[in-house]
């Protein structure tokens, strides 16, 4: 349902099976592809995908003049390719043994800030997570149970990802942020800060798609710790029923 709102909304592309367990959105044709990059140069992109957006344009506007039907043209592809998102496959990278020379510097990037809390909703309905983690402890019923909320992306995003606690006014800010090789994560489990932050905020911008599900469950276990009733056989077992549901 997410996909078909955003077919209609743009009002190009189609829908396709993608998978066992997956559909995907896609525009080919470079009629609909217009629409696209026009979009995205009416609003343009917040993360390090702008850098990817540019690229995808570079490679667009050689096709549409016909460029890429010449060798020169074709090779012009190849090194922005080379660039983009993943990069060439092997078997590209065997068809064009000089991609190396080829290859294009990525467009520099700096993240500025969070345009609106509208697009902070659009982006965890994509990207964010909602989860219940239930865990060993010395407590009557010897069982721990703990509100997560969580967003986990490519390094590249490290500067978004560190923004996301003063965003959310937080706490303890150094707290929320953990840097990996080549992954970054803001996590969020101070019980406060769930209940004072996180849930009022997407009570306000709503989360799109199957996930405001989860946000749904998410608050409703909040609610269960806050009285505390997550102490007793009773809310416990409803937690773990709700978490069945989840994710």
């Known amino acids: 349902e997410l996909l078909k709102s955003i077919q209609s909304y743009l009002g190009v592309g189609k829908i396709h099976v993608h998978g066992r367990n997956s559909i995907q959105y896609r525009v080919d ?8 990059v026009n979009h995205f140069e009416k609003y343009p992109l917040v993360t ?16 549409l003049l016909k460029e890429h039907l010449s060798q020169e043209g074709l090779f012009k592809l190849v090194g922005i390719k080379a660039s983009l998102n993943l990069g060439l496959s092997e078997s590209l990278k065997e068809a064009f043994p000089n991609w190396t020379e080829l290859q294009i510097n990525r467009p ?8 609106d809390p509208n697009w902070m909703a659009g982006f965890a309905s994509g990207d964010s997570s909602f989860n219940i983690k239930v865990s060993d402890s010395t407590n009557v019923l010897g069982k721990r149970v703990q509100l997560r909320y969580g967003i986990g992306l490519n390094i590249r995003e490290e500067a978004l990802i560190k923004s996301l606690a003063v965003y959310f006014g937080l706490t303890d800010n150094r ?56 102490l007793t056989s009773e809310g416990f077992q409803k937690i773990l029923e709700i978490k069945a549901r989840m994710n």
Do not use: C, W
């Open 29 to 36: 044709s470079n009629k609909d592809l217009e629409v696209i």
């Open 48 to 63: 390090a995908k702008l850098a990817d957006f540019i690229l995808f344009k570079k490679a667009f506007d050689i096709i």
């Open 108 to 115: 520099h990037y700096t993240f500025k800030s969070i345009p």
């Open 175 to 230: 707290k929320n942020v953990y840097i990996y090789k080549d992954s970054v994560r803001f996590e969020i489990v101070n019980f406060s800060d769930i209940m004072d932050k996180i849930i009022p905020f997407f009570e306000k911008h709503l989360i799109q798609g199957n996930k405001s599900l989860d946000f749904i469950y998410f608050k409703e276990v909040a609610g269960i710790i806050k009285s505390k009733s997550h």
